[in-house]
């Protein structure tokens, strides 16, 4: 109904298919915008106690650090915390993703709260394309290797 004040997003992990919420903004809004500014004056009453055109500079720094914090958060809730895996990442470099999921299969592999767990839906690759792709030499396989 109220999809505007929805600050979470759900959705599935691409690679292991495991239900998660992302965060939505990727960058500040119009309400960022006015938070900082009201706390751009509210610093400029504490500090000066009237009016002063430095407040521009805080105003300024106070954008900067709300846009880092909404990317910072944006980009920590894009990754899987099941799998490891990073869209983000997977678009500039698929091997630099694909590493980064054997890692974090391998550490999910030895620690042993995971022991019971329910188990990840890893996408298959069937028994002749397997042997195929190991054939060509592209490494070993990670949802074989499981």
Request: hydrophobic content about 45%; charged content about 25%; glycine content about 2%.
């Amino acid at each position: 109904m109220f999809s505007f004040f929805h600050k979470r997003h759900n959705c599935f992990c691409a690679f292991c298919k495991t239900p998660r919420r992302i965060y939505r903004k990727k960058n500040i809004s119009f309400m960022n915008l006015i938070a900082s500014a009201l706390a751009s004056v509210v610093l400029m009453f504490a500090i000066w106690q009237q009016y002063d055109p430095r407040v521009m500079i805080v105003f300024v720094v106070c954008l900067a650090i709300s846009e880092v914090f909404v990317k910072i958060r944006w980009r920590l809730s894009v990754v899987c915390r099941q799998c490891g895996f990073d869209p983000v990442l997977y678009l500039k470099q698929p091997e630099a993703a694909a590493q980064k999921v054997k890692e974090q299969l391998e550490a999910r592999k030895q620690d042993p709260k995971y022991l019971l767990a329910k188990p990840l839906n890893l996408p298959a690759i069937p028994a002749e394309k397997a042997k195929a792709l190991q054939d060509k030499g592209k490494g070993r396989l990670v949802s074989r290797s499981i």
